[in-house]
């Protein structure tokens, strides 16, 4: 297969052709180190300030221009391969600032001013998605990934949702689009990246991601890099060899059939809950606390998945409606029900070289009620305690079905059989809920650490079960 070594997108307007200095070197760095694009700020080079934020646009799989904020701390700069990207110093024309711009100016929305780039580029990228006169939620939402010390947010909020009342100062869809699909076609060979003892790889098929996978089982999978970053990061670890997925249009699909929602790996974090939401609308606020906007543009569903973090928010629901998992090693496939991906902390079913093609969600029952609740220290931005899901069936009054699982509370995201078992066939009652919630001290044995102890899980997760009995059946009686 042929392939390439360098690297072309757009910055601010111009096309780069770029070698990079190792294939994992970041976005930031290379703003900062070698374009003295220095407005984008480094603050905790772990995808959690804001203070990296730039504004990234790509094709959608139907052509259309889609601008994301995204981190520049934690994106390695050879998966902007045929995309677009702006960075604060690009917004002002002609002497005058962009009107996200002169919003945070005329609402006092900065102060010290090391935080403001990475708001603006926030703001600017609802802008140019068209959320130019947003409400309070929309900004609220879009700007989860920014933090400030300094101004207390409500100016900066107040400059978001003014930003509409100036001059319209949007991009030309049309003539990125064209500059999108020209690199397309410039960038139609496989990306491959060498340096010191490391190699990169972005194949352009799914087949040749395959081929590749099953000839370097060793190599680290990146899809959307919000865990894979931080090894570089946090971690300062040397990647000897990275494959890319991102690369793989086949891979970005959500498909639905007669049966069930198909979502492909490299299917971004916001898309792929969307497509949950739109079937199972319990998942929305799940979908709005997983992470911060641009956790959620770069992130993909699958990966988190695939990552098997004992507390990733997504498992558990996932393992509750009996999802299933597509595995591909070279040319075979097969497929197994999620919680039997699990096997051990950091440990899961998949043999050398084999990688998590897809999830297939079964489409909703008529009959069915499920829940999902995420237990934090902070609402934003924060790593679940607990994350419990339920997905249960009632016949005339008695348990037909039910599925109970949990992240946070064992090595990895869990069912709770014995207190499914306690559960099925019986009235769905206080009784049998009691004795269940009971039950689960015999599922899970939890461990404690910085964010919750192991009594505290215990005890919310009961109090959890709890709370889905009182919803599900619309009961106020708290005598438990």
């Given at each position: 297969?042929?392939?390439?070594?360098?690297?072309s997108?757009?910055?601010n307007?111009?096309?780069?052709?770029?070698?990079?200095?190792?294939?994992?070197?970041?976005?930031?760095?290379?703003?900062?180190?070698?374009?003295?694009?220095?407005?984008?700020?480094?603050?905790?080079?772990?995808?959690d300030?804001?203070?990296?934020?730039?504004?990234?646009?790509?094709?959608?799989p139907?052509?259309?221009?889609?601008?994301r904020?995204?981190?520049?701390?934690?994106?390695?700069?050879?998966t902007?391969?045929?995309?677009?990207?702006?960075?604060?110093?690009?917004?002002?024309s002609?002497?005058?600032?962009?009107?996200?711009?002169q919003?945070?100016v005329?609402?006092?929305?900065?102060?010290?001013?090391?935080?403001?780039?990475?708001?603006?580029m926030?703001?600017?990228?609802?802008?140019?998605?068209?959320?130019?006169?947003?409400?309070?939620?929309?900004?609220?939402?879009?700007?989860?990934?920014?933090l400030?010390?300094?101004?207390?947010?409500?100016?900066?909020?107040?400059?978001?949702?003014?930003?509409?009342?100036?001059?319209?100062?949007?991009?030309?869809?049309?003539?990125?689009?064209?500059?999108?699909?020209?690199?397309?076609?410039?960038?139609?060979?496989?990306?491959c990246?060498?340096?010191?003892?490391?190699?990169?790889?972005?194949?352009?098929?799914?087949?040749?991601?395959?081929?590749?996978?099953?000839?370097?089982?060793?190599a680290?999978?990146?899809?959307?890099?919000?865990?894979?970053?931080?090894?570089?990061?946090?971690?300062?670890?040397?990647?000897?060899?990275?494959i890319?997925?991102?690369a793989?249009v086949?891979?970005?699909?959500?498909?639905?059939?007669?049966?069930?929602?198909?979502?492909?790996?490299?299917?971004?974090?916001?898309?792929?809950?969307?497509?949950?939401?739109?079937?199972?609308?319990?998942?929305?606020?799940?979908?709005?606390?997983?992470?911060?906007?641009?956790?959620?543009?770069?992130?993909?569903?699958?990966?988190?998945?695939?990552?098997?973090?004992?507390?990733?928010?997504?498992?558990?629901?996932?393992?509750?409606?009996?999802?299933?998992?597509?595995?591909?090693?070279?040319?075979?496939?097969?497929?197994?029900?999620?919680?039997?991906l699990?096997?051990?902390?950091r440990?899961?079913?998949?043999?050398?070289?084999?990688?998590?093609?897809?999830?297939?969600?079964?489409?909703?029952?008529?009959?069915?009620?499920?829940?999902?609740?995420?237990?934090?220290?902070r609402?934003?931005?924060?790593?679940?305690?607990?994350?419990?899901?339920?997905?249960?069936?009632?016949?005339?009054?008695k348990?037909?079905?039910?599925?109970?699982?949990?992240?946070?509370?064992?090595?990895?995201?869990?069912?709770?059989?014995?207190?499914?078992?306690?559960?099925?066939?019986?009235?769905?009652?206080?009784?049998?809920?009691?004795?269940?919630?009971?039950?689960?001290?015999?599922?899970?044995?939890?461990?404690?650490?910085?964010?919750a102890?192991?009594?505290?899980?215990?005890?919310a997760?009961?109090?959890?079960?709890?709370?889905?009995?009182?919803?599900?059946?619309?009961?106020?009686?708290?005598?438990?």
């Open positions: 297969m042929s392939q390439r070594q360098v690297v997108f757009y910055l307007g111009m096309v780069q052709h770029v070698m990079p200095v190792s294939p994992t070197q970041t976005v930031l760095q290379y703003l900062r180190e070698q374009m003295a694009l220095t407005g984008t700020k480094e603050g905790c080079a772990e995808g300030c804001g203070a990296c934020t730039v504004t990234e646009a790509s094709l959608d139907d052509g259309r221009v889609v601008f904020a995204i981190n520049a701390c934690i994106r390695f700069l050879p902007l391969d045929g995309h677009a990207l702006w960075t604060v110093e690009s917004l002002s002609g002497g005058r600032l962009h009107p996200v711009q919003a945070m005329d609402h006092h929305g900065s102060q010290c001013g090391f935080c403001t780039p990475g708001f603006v926030s703001m600017y990228t609802m802008y140019q998605n068209g959320l130019t006169s947003p409400v309070r939620e929309e900004v609220l939402d879009h700007l989860s990934g920014n400030c010390r300094c101004t207390g947010y409500r100016p900066i909020i107040d400059a978001a949702l003014n930003m509409g009342n100036y001059p319209e100062a949007r991009l030309d869809l049309e003539q990125i689009q064209q500059q999108l699909f020209e690199l397309q076609e410039q960038c139609q060979e496989s990306l990246i060498t340096g010191t003892d490391q190699r990169y790889f972005a194949p352009n098929s799914l087949d040749e991601l395959a081929a590749l996978y099953e000839a370097h089982p060793q680290v999978l990146l899809a959307g890099g919000t865990d894979v970053g931080l090894m570089v990061t946090k971690q300062l670890r040397t990647l000897n060899e990275v890319y997925l991102g793989v086949e891979l970005n699909q959500i498909e639905r059939d007669d049966d069930c929602l198909r979502i492909g790996a490299t299917v971004l974090l916001n898309e792929g809950y969307e497509a949950l939401a739109n079937e199972y609308p319990e998942v929305r606020e799940l979908w709005k606390r997983f992470g911060s906007m641009p956790i959620r543009n770069s992130g993909t569903l699958v990966g988190n998945v695939a990552n098997g973090s004992p507390i990733g928010d997504t498992a558990p629901f996932l393992i509750a409606v009996q999802t299933r998992v597509v595995l591909r090693k070279g040319a075979r496939r097969r497929e197994l029900p999620l919680e039997d699990y096997v051990d902390y440990k899961q079913n998949r043999e050398p070289g084999e990688l998590v093609e897809a999830v297939l969600v079964p489409l909703r029952s008529a009959d069915i009620q499920v829940a999902t609740y995420k237990l934090s220290k609402n934003d931005q924060d790593i679940s305690a607990v994350c419990s899901a339920y997905a249960l069936r009632v016949d005339q009054g348990v037909a079905s039910v599925r109970i699982a949990h992240g946070g509370m064992a090595a990895t995201s869990r069912r709770a059989p014995h207190a499914e078992q306690v559960l099925d066939g019986q009235k769905w009652g206080e009784e049998a809920v009691a004795r269940a919630m009971q039950a689960l001290e015999n599922d899970y044995q939890p461990m404690s650490d910085m964010r102890s192991n009594a505290y899980r215990l005890k997760a009961r109090n959890l079960l709890y709370r889905f009995y009182l919803e599900s059946t619309g009961t106020t009686d708290t005598r438990i």
